[in-house]
């Protein structure tokens, strides 16, 4: 007995030591102040102001600002606003740029959708730019194509929707453009000829993108993959970094459109192109679909949350689960629990997992289908959804809300100019680079959103003919006092009305400027029933943090039930323009995870 004593009074020693060396082992005594110092030793420089994990200041400016993720197309922007063009000819013209710069994300094989703040009328717009399903395809028809699965395969010509992308161009430049359309997309083309240096984060996904649509081909998954290969590879390579790329086909595409208008890709020569491609491949979308294809302009919802309006689009997106988090958040003091702690990242989980759950559930086409949106982003709905989260315990599983609810890889910018228009655009092929198709000396990739669409009759997301998929693109806005505050967005799937929740609760409640907003550290939970209601949850999920967050509070975390994963990625992509309510003054800020810039004059 005495020897077991004596071995556990060495082993507390021991521990006492080596724990005490632990924590000293980054301290060091400065030589000219004679003080102990903490170093961080992550290789990062310090900053002499503002919050030490910041990566830099706001951009602030007052004639006008852009932020994108990516330097040269927020640079079209502010030169578009420089030579007299408003916020949407800048928005359309950077979009343009992203299409051909960031092919990893977004380009006009996709669809977008915008919130524009007007100062003319005072009031905010949303359109709706999403595509429809094939219409004469049945879901029948799908699943014998598809075959014996529970899900629609990301890849091929099994997830194609008619691109939504130009005619939503259209829309937004007929309502509020200033400058010729031929006039917004020459920087772009510009760039398509003579081409660009390609960036870092972008280089490294499309060498994914080549590995992954190369495995995909092999294995019978994509029909063609030659016209992908002569558009997007360098003597069969994926562009590294620096290497200039050049996508002329995308920049006859991009003439075309200019010369001809919406009509040139829905009704022209590159409809008829799209259609004989398709044809020949075996997939469904035909002239008609393109031909026929509209965008909506529609009335943009939100809540209040703590004197702060918070603003998104109505379903077929995913915005409102943003706002049903806010409802629910709305009753707890997180400024008290402290930013990233473990009670602010146990309750913002748990919300999550309950607006997820009606996501799941309830979001869909609403020409397929009525949700009472009044109903479900009530205060009432949102007090009732609280009482379910125990502050001690994660949840395994949860239910979505009361059943009269059934009645009833991305680019983000934003874009602000002299006059006071603010515009937040949001633009994705979906899965990365999309589908792999590429038409015929087009030079643009078909976005994979259909692979969003249910499987199961009766759930309001199921596929139909001629129906829009779920979608999980949003932009977002603020306004206090009826006034433009901010327009913001942090692109990357179900990751976005997270993003949007930490990125208000980051501002309104932890008082961070718009570029710490952004820089500090994020939280993913990944694991929630999908909106193609395939896999409910039933074990909690998964909840991914960055490196930031203290040890301690993953140690409080995993005490209560979750299962953390510390890791790199995916916590989205942001950009943001907040409007100083009293000076008018604009500060900017782009998302350090990926290559963009904000940038004003």
């Not at 792999?436 to 309001?460: C, E």
């Amino acid at each position: 007995m005495k020897k077991i004593m004596i071995s556990l009074f060495a082993c507390l020693a021991f521990s006492v030591i080596a724990n005490t060396e632990f924590k000293q082992h980054n301290i060091v005594v400065d030589d000219q102040t004679g003080k102990e110092v903490a170093l961080r030793e992550d290789g990062r420089g310090d900053r002499v102001v503002g919050a030490p994990w910041a990566t830099r200041s706001p951009v602030l400016a007052v004639n006008g600002m852009a932020a994108t993720s990516h330097p040269l197309a927020t640079q079209v922007a502010i030169d578009v606003l420089k030579d007299g063009g408003n916020a949407v000819d800048a928005a359309i013209a950077a979009n343009a740029a992203i299409g051909l710069m960031e092919p990893t994300g977004n380009g006009i094989g996709g669809d977008l959708f915008a919130i524009v703040w007007d100062p003319k009328s005072k009031q905010l717009y949303g359109l709706n730019g999403s595509g429809r399903s094939a219409k004469g395809q049945t879901l029948a028809q799908l699943k014998a194509k598809i075959g014996d699965v529970s899900q629609i395969p990301n890849w091929g010509t099994p997830p194609v929707t008619v691109p939504g992308t130009v005619d939503a161009w259209y829309e937004l430049h007929g309502k509020f453009g200033k400058q010729s359309m031929a006039k917004n997309l020459a920087p772009a083309i510009q760039y398509a000829d003579q081409g660009f240096p390609v960036t870092e984060v972008i280089a490294y996904y499309m060498d994914i993108y080549q590995k992954r649509y190369e495995k995909l081909f092999a294995n019978g998954e994509i029909e063609e993959i030659s016209n992908y290969k002569s558009t997007y590879l360098i003597n069969e390579k994926s562009p590294t970094e620096g290497q200039v790329f050049k996508n002329p086909d995308l920049a006859n595409t991009y003439k075309k459109i200019a010369k001809g208008g919406r009509d040139a890709f829905y009704k022209g020569d590159i409809a008829k192109t799209m259609d004989a491609y398709f044809k020949r491949i075996g997939g469904p979308l035909r002239f008609d679909d393109f031909a026929s294809h509209t965008s909506t302009w529609v009335t943009p919802v939100s809540v209040n949350y703590r004197g702060y309006d918070v603003w998104e689009l109505p379903p077929n997106g995913q915005g409102i689960a943003a706002l049903q988090m806010l409802t629910v958040l709305e009753q707890y003091d997180l400024k008290k629990m402290g930013h990233n702690s473990a009670d602010y990242l146990h309750v913002m989980t748990e919300a999550k997992k309950l607006a997820f759950e009606d996501r799941a559930r309830f979001y869909a086409d609403p020409a397929y289908h009525d949700i009472d949106l009044s109903y479900l982003l009530s205060e009432a709905y949102g007090k009732q959804r609280a009482k379910l989260i125990n502050m001690d315990k994660a949840a395994t599983q949860v239910e979505h809300g009361d059943p009269k609810l059934i009645e009833g890889d991305t680019i983000y910018l934003t874009v602000a100019d002299k006059d006071g228009m603010m515009v937040s655009l949001i633009q994705s092929n979906y899965r990365g680079m999309g589908t792999g198709l590429v038409a015929d000396g087009l030079g643009f990739i078909f976005q994979n959103r259909g692979a969003q669409y249910s499987l199961t009759p009766g759930h309001p997301n199921v596929y139909a003919p001629n129906k829009r998929p779920f979608h999980t693109i949003i932009p977002a806005f603020i306004t206090k006092d009826d006034k433009p505050y901010m327009s913001f967005g942090l692109m990357g799937g179900a990751m976005q009305p997270q993003g949007h929740v930490q990125m208000v609760t980051n501002i309104v409640d932890f008082g961070m400027n718009v570029q710490q907003a952004g820089d500090a550290a994020r939280f993913h939970h990944k694991g929630s029933t999908s909106p193609t209601w395939e896999g409910r949850m039933n074990d909690g999920g998964t909840l991914e943090l960055e490196s930031g967050v203290k040890a301690s509070v993953v140690r409080e975390l995993q005490k209560r039930g979750h299962k953390v994963h510390i890791t790199s990625g995916p916590f989205g992509g942001y950009q943001a323009i907040l409007k100083d309510p009293k000076s008018g003054v604009y500060h900017g800020a782009s998302e350090m995870r990926k290559d963009g810039q904000a940038s004003g004059y």
